[in-house]
């Protein structure tokens, strides 16, 4: 069976508005990602005709603690109780979607699910490592699994407010919240726990790892899952750097500097420390890291956003890498080379794990055709969901990085409409 996921109109929705030399990153990432799904090798990419479909909880007492989302409205979360004998594991997985930088596109965004949870799906699909499924999820498929819907723009970071505008910056107030909630679920039991996060939620993982060790038990075996998180600070095709001024914005905006590593603000520029690749190597819990080495959001948004490229020579790369001259690929092996320089110290922990294929992909667990299906993208004999499962039960030491482009043909790469 050959499938294509088809949107449409990515470039019209994610670079529809321009500020400050970088485009507003409303509704950009994860579901909001507008592409063909393809295996551009031929193979078929698979997903669950029949995925579960998990219903939308509100939490409560949230309002009382200053917990809200960008409007005001109660943050919330999706929660599927797992059985036998992972009745006693936990597998939280935070949302991702981007960030809000200023306040024109926090306005926006406050209109939106990423801003709101009067606009969120009142029903999501469990799919990838959220599946309830052995056959395409078989070491956490009887967990405890739970969504965590992100509404603040600043990966669960924030904690500020403008009175004018009615925004409430409140991200970190809402990552403890529904923590507490979800101890009074049962987390509080649980023997095993795995906190993740895909893109911006991967950046709220890495921000949060340590926090969430805090609070079991030194028996319970606690670790974290980063699914295309490692956003580096690199400059773009211009010579400039645009995420680096985007971080910035977002972490004084939002007031997100107090929550944000001291091992990291104490070194570095808190405006720096957004980025994973000045915090992962002081990550006491054991971490692991899913990356694309070619990451397409990066691409698109960090390496040649519009601003970085107004002649648009480099517009049909961005959509499809089989159009990129030998120019742009080299520009493009020089940010792998850089993705790879920035684990090297990380990976030597043996605790921590890795998992970094050269496809040009982003949020590789959510889905359930990179995360365990026949054609699932490989690393020599190493599938994505064996990976995690091998290194989170420490049944085998992952350390798992690919060689360059176009050497891997199982990849499900990416390709823009």
Known sequence: ????????????????????????????????????????????????????????????????????????????????????????????????????????????????????????????????????????????????????????????????????????????????????????????HAKQALLSGCSAGAVATVLHCDEFRGMFPGTTRVKCLSDAGLFLDVFDVSGSRSLRNMFRRVVNLQGAKKNLPWSCTNRLNPNLCLFPQHIIASVKTPLFLVNAAYDTWQIQASLAPPAADPNGRWNECKKNHARCTARQINFFQSFRNQMLKAVSGFSRAGKNGLFINSCFAHCQTERQDTWFAQDSPHIGNKGIAKSVGNWYFDRVNIKAIDCPYPCDKTCHDLVFK
């Open 1 to 188: 069976m050959k499938l294509f996921w088809v949107f449409g109109g990515f470039m019209g929705l994610m670079f529809c508005r321009q500020t400050n030399g970088f485009a507003d990153l409303n509704v950009t990432q994860d579901e909001d990602l507008h592409y063909s799904e393809i295996n551009v090798f031929g193979y078929a990419n698979w997903v669950s005709s029949t995925p579960l479909m998990v219903g939308l909880t509100l939490i409560g007492g949230a309002a009382a603690k200053g917990a809200v989302c960008l409007d005001g409205t109660l943050p919330a979360y999706h929660i599927h109780h797992g059985y036998g004998s992972g009745a006693n594991s936990w597998l939280i997985e935070l949302e991702g979607g981007g960030w809000c930088d200023t306040i024109r596109n926090c306005v926006y965004r406050k209109k939106t699910r990423r801003g709101s949870s009067a606009y969120m799906e009142k029903q999501i699909p469990f799919t990838g490592i959220l599946s309830n499924k052995a056959s395409e999820n078989p070491d956490f498929f009887n967990w405890n699994r739970v969504k965590v819907r992100y509404c603040d723009g600043a990966s669960f970071a924030g904690d500020s407010e403008n009175q004018a505008a009615k925004l409430h910056f409140r991200g970190q107030r809402i990552w403890k919240a529904a923590m507490e909630e979800l101890m009074t679920r049962g987390m509080r």
